[in-house]
Structures are given as structure tokens and as C-alpha cells.
């Protein structure tokens, strides 16, 4: 492995521990086995969204030769983390609530089933398609499982497609 790969695996797996660390403040003990799940599911979706999106802001760049592949991906990273960072409370936002309207009566376990079923739904997809080259939306993925996942759990009823 090289240097570089594995400075930023160092990093990357640092992180990664102290996210959970972090998150464990949050959770009650039986919901460590959720909390594991969505991280393990997150990590999952952030490494395909890396691999999709990366490629396709920094081809052309990298393509020309203005500048490098380490370039690109310091680059990536410091605006994809600063972009989770300054926007990620309204993009949460929106997905949380502003896709499908969830009754107040939901269960909340229910809630976080979706949610997981969505984040995993989406990683494969992006996953395949990005391995198989195609070109494919995150956010269009994140928002079919949504869809998907609460139309699968009776939540989302309609007559047709027109009604989405």
C-alpha cells in the first residue's frame, strides 16, 4: 500500500471511530444494534457517493491535467466534509420530512426501518451502477428508496404514478 493510501485510510478509519464514539452519547443501549447498522449502511452509501460523484466533478479536471488525482481527491474531501457540515442539517431536513408527509402517529422504530431500508436500496444501486459505469443521481436514488420503502410499508398510497 502506498503512502499516501495509507495516510488516508488512517484517517478515514480515526474518524470513522470517533463518529462512533460520538454517537454513542446519543443512543440508549438498545438501540446500539440500529446505531451500528445505519453507521456500517452510511459509511456504505458515503464510499459509493464518493466513488460516483468524485468521478464525475474531477474528470475533466484531472483529464486536462490541471491537476492531479491526489489534487482531486484532498479537494473532494475537504468540500464533500465541508458541505456535511454547513448544509447537511437542511438536506437532512428534506429527506426526513420533505419527500414522503409521515403521520404524527408513526412508530418511530417504523421510521428508522424506512430510513435504513432507503440509505441500503440506494447503496446497492449506486454501487451496481457506478461499477457497471452507468450514469446515476444520488439524490434520485435516496429519494426512490424513500418512496419505495414507504410505499412497501403502506405508508404511501395511490392511485397511480401521476399521484407521486
Do not use: C
Not at 58 to 83: P, R
Not at 89 to 115: C, H, Q, W, Y
Amino acid at each position: 500500500m502506498q503512502k499516501d493510501n495509507l495516510i488516508a485510510f488512517v484517517i478515514f478509519i480515526i474518524s470513522t471511530i470517533a463518529f462512533v464514539i460520538w454517537g454513542f452519547g446519543y443512543i440508549s443501549q438498545h438501540q446500539l444494534i440500529l446505531f451500528i447498522l445505519a453507521s456500517i449502511f452510511g459509511i456504505f452509501m458515503a464510499f459509493n457517493i464518493g466513488g460516483n460523484d468524485v468521478a464525475n466533478s474531477f474528470g475533466t479536471s484531472v483529464g486536462a491535467k490541471t491537476v492531479t488525482i491526489k489534487q482531486a481527491l484532498i479537494i473532494a474531501a475537504v468540500f464533500e466534509l465541508s458541505g456535511a457540515i454547513f448544509a447537511g442539517a437542511e438536506v437532512t431536513k428534506t429527506i426526513r420530512s420533505g419527500i414522503v408527509i409521515f403521520p404524527n402517529s408513526l412508530d418511530p422504530m417504523l421510521f428508522v426501518i424506512i430510513m435504513l431500508a432507503a440509505l441500503v436500496s440506494s447503496g446497492v444501486w449506486i454501487f451496481i451502477a457506478t461499477k457497471k459505469g452507468l450514469p446515476v443521481s444520488t439524490t434520485h436514488s435516496i429519494v426512490g428508496g424513500i418512496v419505495g420503502a414507504s410505499i412497501m410499508m403502506g405508508l404511501l398510497k395511490f392511485d397511480g404514478i401521476q399521484t407521486l
